[in-house]
Each structure stands twice: as C-alpha cells, then as structure tokens.
C-alpha cells in the first residue's frame, strides 16, 4: 500500500509554545490529507480536512486559530499546534488517499506532550 | 455516514480464525464498508472494504449479508500480531473516515 510517514513520532514541548507535524504522502500526491487526535482508550477523532491550495476545513469544536493546517503542496501537509497547553497532550495522526473515494492511508502518527 | 454498531470486545485463539461483526441497519446504497485496525500506538491500517460483494485479499476476507445491513471480518488464521482494535467504518465517497468505538480483538495462545 501506499506510504504516509509523520514527522515527529513524538515531541515534548513547554506550554505556551507551538509545535508543527508533518504529514508527508512518499510514494502519491493527495490532494486531500485528513488530521485526526485520539485521546488514551478513545477512538480517533476527525479534527480537519485539509486540501492543496486552499483552505482546511474544520470540523465542529475544533479552533481553526489554534489548529493551523498548511497543505503548500501534493505530498505535504503540516498541523502546528500554536500556544500549546497540557490539555492539546495527545496522539495525532494523519490520512491521505491516492484516489478520492479508495482507501485512506493513515501515518504512524505523533504523540504530542505538551508540559 | 451510516452508524455502525460492533461489539466492545472479543477474544480469539491464535491459530483459530476471528470473525468480527458489524452491524449498519443504516446503510444506503452507495455507501462501502471500510475496515480498518489499530495496533497500541500507531496509525490506522487498512484492512479491506466492499460495496455488497464479499470480498478477499491477503489479509482478511469481507462477508455482507445481502440486505448490507451487518457484515463479518474474518481473519482466518489469527496470531498474537493481530491483536488490535479493529474498526468498521460505513462511508460515502470523500475520503473522510468516522471512527466509532471499535472492537478490541485479543488473541490469546
């Protein structure tokens, strides 16, 4: 199948700073990448649907201010979480498809801890 | 997209097959059934879909029941790498994917 690799697999940072993941297609352009958070014993979570060259679209509840979605180009799209704090601690992972409507191909994701 | 309904857990023995159910009342016509299974830590991994044909590939193989109300994975010789939570996911076109609880599947030897 294909290959969506994150970037970093885990990060720790300080509350109040931002922190930026990449989530890059290797082998495929998408067109469209989809970010998800998943809370420990919860299911994951769609928080955006982001697309090359144009704005993401955020589901409800989710603050776009603080969620920045970048999709600059085919492969590549990054999710920074800006003024982190403690409660934004989770495992984010990100989606990509070679075709619309196929499978989706999910990265190893990231775990962010935010102190 | 349709809601699915899966049970909170299930055992298997290893070597033995595991059959997972699912069951989306809900569904309507052109919308596929998507599974997927998340092993402790890491991303998502697709695992098979269909549209009202069961369907097989390496890994595991899709039965529908013909009304396409419930559906059964079936991993025919499980081991202890198949523990995971495994998801049954009912979708349109689009891409987007809506996870619900799952099934936590344990093989045990």
């Known amino acids: 199948g294909a290959v969506v690799s994150q970037h970093p697999s885990r990060v720790i940072c300080k509350s109040g700073t931002s922190v930026k993941i990449e989530c890059r297609s290797l082998?495929?352009?998408?067109?469209?990448m989809f970010w998800y958070r998943q809370f420990p014993k919860q299911s994951l979570m769609l928080m955006a649907t982001?697309?090359?060259?144009?704005?993401?679209?955020?589901e409800q509840g989710v603050e776009k201010d603080k969620f920045l979605i970048n999709h600059a180009s085919l492969t590549l799209s990054t999710l920074t979480v800006t003024s982190a704090h403690p409660e934004d601690s989770s495992f984010y992972i990100c989606?990509?498809?070679?075709?619309?409507?196929?499978?989706?191909?999910f990265g190893q994701g990231t775990r962010l801890t935010v102190v | 997209d349709a809601k699915t309904t899966q049970p909170t857990s299930m055992d298997c023995a290893e070597g033995r097959a595991a059959n997972l159910p699912c069951n989306h009342s809900?569904?309507?016509?052109?919308?596929?059934v998507y599974w997927y299974r998340q092993i402790h830590s890491q991303g998502p991994q697709y695992i098979i879909h269909?549209?009202?044909n069961n369907e097989t590939n390496e890994m595991a193989s899709l039965i529908i029941t013909e009304d396409r109300k419930s559906s059964t994975l079936i991993l025919p010789h499980a081991t202890l790498r198949d523990t995971a939570v495994y998801y049954c996911?009912?979708?349109?076109?689009?891409?987007?994917?809506?996870f619900g609880a799952g099934t936590i599947l344990r093989v045990k030897s």
């Open positions: 989606s990509a498809s070679l075709i619309l409507d196929t499978e989706a191909f």
């Open positions: 082998d495929f352009q998408a067109t469209t």
């Open positions: 982001s697309n090359e060259g144009s704005k993401a679209t955020y």
């Open positions: 809900t569904i309507s016509g052109n919308e596929y």
């Open positions: 269909g549209l009202k």
């Open positions: 996911i009912v979708r349109r076109g689009g891409n987007k994917l809506v």
